[in-house]
Each structure stands twice: as structure tokens, then as C-alpha cells.
């Protein structure tokens, strides 16, 4: 089994022989645990030689360390591959950068790539971020004066603290060590910190996507009046309820060498709770809830199959084909959170041979203007607004959603019980797309009028049109539903099934 590195780095055998890379500063480190954090790696290390920076790769469970000098980086591959080395209380394997430097966001000549102004990336992030939400997840590191949160592909926002006499770029440097790569939330709203370009932020008005700390006039708004909360890394909430979501979760400690000097600054990092904010609790669509979607294939799409990919993340209002602009689409969704998710789940997915482009429209709602044919004949314009298959019109029916990104197995539900595997097959035959590779049906109560069960693809591309196309095909009088289930296949193929 061969184990790749992805990004600026060699290639490596898992069993322990490895493929010579020439000596480098940059340090590549595999197989470490999830909760793993800058700092974590800063304190295994720092023994070897002086850090100048780190680069987390969480989803892969590595990352580039770059040392000051050459020398520093042969202590840490050399004692490694002699000894062990533990970073959180787990082994993790180390052998060089095929890069000679990691590339800053600044693209300064300082080693450091220093800024005060810290630029993150929020990746995963299933649950709303806001001010709110980075302010309490920063501020105990060092005192925050401003942030911005951005969300034109993907939810990235900027985080400033002050000058410290001593150390300029202290407060940032301490806050990047100790929240690079942890989990706001269990298990997503994962952190990828890096120095931002600018060096200070300009806010014009204080909000759920700005605020100036130093300016508490600019337009105050309501922020979160009672509102509960929940630590970072604790355990998240599995659903929607009427009161919010789930339990309170654990709270956990910050390290004491990142936490601030004032007395008045908790041990016990409290993180807040996120709010439930689907149009049907608070009764009305925010700013932003309108996706721009481009990259359609001009022949297979219309504005049904739009609908059946991003209905499993928010309710679907209205969805406009753009007669200027061939193979973009508006889509208007029930709020603001339910376009993150689009964009972070969809956006660069591959659809009938095009990349997705997807990200977040500057127009407030869909108006049905200029209305024309597509290519098969249906209308560019289409209201969803009233239709059933929206999942998340009321608390009940949002809580049996699980947010997934688009995988290769597919969960069905509500099929008739006469449907077959042969049947699955002559759909996919009939609409041309490939068929799956792999079948499974749940066993049935003795009460059941419905089936459910699983389809595995080749690929995730494969599934994600086959989901585009099926998803509330009508069957008799009951519809196939479709929703994206991570890594199942896995299952599938232990299970031999």
C-alpha cells in the first residue's frame, strides 16, 4: 500500500522504506491524530531547532513544518527514523519536504511571514459561524479588535489583534499556535489559520459578519440575546429542537503558554452554541440567501435537477436559469446558512463532465424576469417554494437531515417494496447514467410500505449525477429520495456486500 504526499511533498511507503527526497528545511509530518493542533506540533519539535512556521493539513491528518535552518530539520528526520516521536500521544512519521519553503498567504520575506491580522479558513463548517462565534473562540488567546467574515467560496474571515510592545506579532502568533487545526465544533468548523496580507482591518458597520471591537457605536445589533453555549471540541449537537440544539457538551482547557495574562480571562474556553436559524424559525429570509451556481451543462440541466442537488442543504425557494450568462443558474434557499452549506459542499463538485462553480450571489432574492426555453424544453424559471420534497420546513423534519458532502454512496427511501435491483438499474439505464456497482437493501419492518437501502458508485462523480437525475423520480405514488451518506462504502465493502 503506497501512501502519497499531496501537496510539495514526496511519496512514502507506509511500511517504513521510504523514497529519497533531498534534504530541505520543510519537514513533512503524516499520521497524526485528529485533535492535533499547531501548538501540539510546535512543543514536539521546537527541541530540533527554531520553528519558523507551520502549515495544518487536518483533513489528511498531516502537516509542513518549516525549521529556521537545514541542520534543524536532519535532527528531527534523522532522530525519527532511529526513535519514536509523539506529538499529542500519537506516533507520527516524518521525512522531507520536496518544498524549500512553505508559501505565505503574505508572501513576505520575513521567515515568520508575521502579520497581526490572521487570516481563517473554516473548513467543514456545518453550523453557522459569526462574530460571535470567532470572538469567543479567539479572544482568550489575545485581545480581538476586529474581524470579518467573508463568504464568497467558502466561509474564510480575517481576525485582528493588537501590537504588543515586546512582541508585535505576539497575541497573533499565540492564537495561530493554539486554534490552527482544532474543531470549533466536534468533529467540523475545523481551523486552518494562516497570516493574513492585510495588516489592519477596516470595518464599516458591526454585525454578524464585522465587528470593531474598538468601536462599539458602529450600529449595534442584537448579538445572540439569550443565547446558550457550547465548548470548542465539545460534543456537537445531533439535531434541531425547539429550544436550539442539543446538550451542553464538555468544556475544554486552553493551554496555559497561549492563554492571555489577565485574571479575568476563563481557564475553560466556552464556545457558543449555534443558533438554529432556518427560515421557519425566524420567519423571513435573511441577506445572502441567494447562490450563484455556475458550470451547468446546458443540455442535462434544468431547474429541477438544480433543485433535487441542493435541496439536501436547505429548502429551495426559487431557481432562475440566466439567459445572458448560458450554464448559470440563481438559486434562492431558505436562508444564509443553507447557501454556506451549498457553497462548501458543492462548489468545484464535477457534474456531467463541467466544474461546479458555486458561490454567493449579490442579489437578495430571485426575481422571475426575462424567463425563457432551456435546451429540453422546460422553463428557465421555476417557484419551489410550496413544493414537498423542500426537507427543512419545519424543526421536526430538518432534525432527520444529516448535512453530508457528495460521496459515492447514495441513501434511498420511500420506494415502493416492488421496486428491485433491476429496477434501479433500467432508471439509471433509462436516464443515462452509469450504473452503480454496488446494491443494498435494509430489511423491512412487517408494517412497512416503503423500502430504503444504499447504491455505491464508482465514483463520487457518478453518484452526485445520478443523484441530480433520480432524486424524486416518481415511482407509483410514492417518490425515491436521495440523500449523500459519508463514507458508507466503506461499510459496503467490509460488509462484502
Known amino acids: 500500500m503506497k501512501f502519497s504526499e499531496n501537496l510539495h511533498c514526496g511519496s512514502y511507503d507506509v511500511g517504513g522504506s521510504h523514497h529519497k527526497v533531498s534534504v530541505s528545511p520543510v519537514v513533512h509530518v503524516r499520521g497524526l491524530c485528529e485533535s492535533v493542533v499547531e501548538a501540539d506540533l510546535v512543543e514536539a519539535l521546537e527541541k ?10 487536518p483533513f489528511k ?24 516521536v509523539y506529538i499529542a500521544g500519537q506516533q507520527a512519521f516524518f521525512n522531507y519536504s520536496t518544498s524549500k519553503r512553505i508559501t505565505r498567504p503574505g508572501n513576505t520575506d520575513d521567515p515568520s511571514g508575521g502579520n497581526k491580522v490572521l487570516l481563517l479558513s473554516i473548513q467543514n463548517p456545518l453550523y453557522p459561524i459569526t462574530v460571535d462565534v470567532l470572538y469567543t473562540v479567539c479572544n482568550p488567546v489575545g485581545k480581538v479588535q476586529r474581524i470579518v467574515i467573508f463568504k464568497r467560496n467558502g466561509i474564510q474571515a480575517m481576525v485582528e489583534y493588537p501590537f504588543i510592545n515586546t512582541d508585535i506579532f505576539l497575541c497573533a502568533q499565540k492564537a495561530k499556535a493554539a486554534l ?31 465587528w470593531d471591537y474598538t468601536k462599539p457605536y458602529l450600529g449595534r445589533r442584537d448579538r445572540g440575546k439569550g443565547r446558550q453555549r457550547q465548548a470548542i471540541l465539545g460534543e456537537h449537537p445531533s439535531s434541531f429542537r425547539h429550544d436550539g440544539y442539543g446538550s451542553h457538551g464538555p468544556l475544554l ?13 476563563p481557564e475553560l474556553v466556552a464556545y457558543p452554541l449555534p443558533q438554529a436559524s432556518s427560515s421557519y424559525m425566524h420567519g423571513g429570509n435573511p441577506s445572502g440567501s441567494v447562490v450563484m451556481v455556475s458550470g451547468l451543462h446546458q443540455l442535462k440541466m434544468n431547474c429541477s435537477r438544480v433543485f433535487n442537488l441542493f435541496c439536501l ?37 464535477k457534474l456531467f463532465g463541467k466544474r461546479l462553480n458555486v458561490c454567493v450571489s449579490k442579489q437578495h432574492s ?12 422546460t422553463s428557465s424559471y421555476k417557484d419551489f417554494a410550496m413544493s414537498k420534497n423542500n426537507r427543512f420546513t419545519s424543526a421536526g423534519q430538518a432534525s432527520k437531515n444529516i448535512i453530508q458532502p457528495p460521496s459515492c454512496v447514495l441513501h434511498y427511501y420511500n420506494v415502493p417494496l416492488c421496486v428491485t435491483e433491476e429496477t434501479f438499474v433500467k432508471l439509471c439505464d433509462d436516464h443515462e447514467v452509469l450504473t452503480f456497482i454496488k446494491y443494498k437493501v435494509f430489511d423491512p419492518k412487517p408494517s412497512a410500505k416503503t423500502l430504503s437501502g444504499l447504491l455505491e458508485w464508482e465514483c463520487k462523480t457518478d453518484a452526485v449525477e445520478a443523484l441530480t437525475v433520480l432524486n424524486h423520480y416518481q415511482i407509483r405514488p410514492e417518490k425515491i429520495k436521495m440523500s449523500f451518506v459519508m463514507f458508507l462504502h466503506y461499510v459496503l465493502q467490509c460488509q462484502g456486500s
Open 61 to 84: 491528518r498531516q502537516a509542513l513544518v518549516e525549521f529556521e535552518n537545514i541542520e534543524s530539520a536532519k535532527k528531527c528526520v534523522t532522530f525519527a527514523a532511529d526513535e519514536p
Open 253 to 265: 482547557p486552553l493551554p496555559s503558554r497561549y492563554r492571555m495574562g489577565s485574571r479575568d480571562t
Open 180 to 210: 490552527n487545526g482544532a474543531d470549533i465544533y466536534a468533529g467540523c468548523c475545523t481551523l486552518k489559520i494562516e497570516y493574513a496580507r492585510p495588516t489592519r482591518l477596516n470595518v464599516i458597520r458591526n454585525d454578524n459578519d464585522s
Open 313 to 349: 442543504y436547505g429548502n429551495i425557494e426559487k431557481v432562475k436559469f440566466m439567459k445572458t450568462i448560458p450554464g448559470t443558474a440563481l438559486v434562492e434557499m431558505g436562508d444564509e446558512y443553507a447557501v454556506e452549506r451549498a457553497v462548501t459542499h458543492l462548489n468545484n463538485v
Open 366 to 377: 430571485v426575481v422571475p424576469s426575462q424567463i425563457f426555453e432551456l435546451e429540453d424544453g
Open 48 to 57: 530540533f531547532g527554531t520553528i519558523c512556521y507551520v502549515m495544518m493539513m
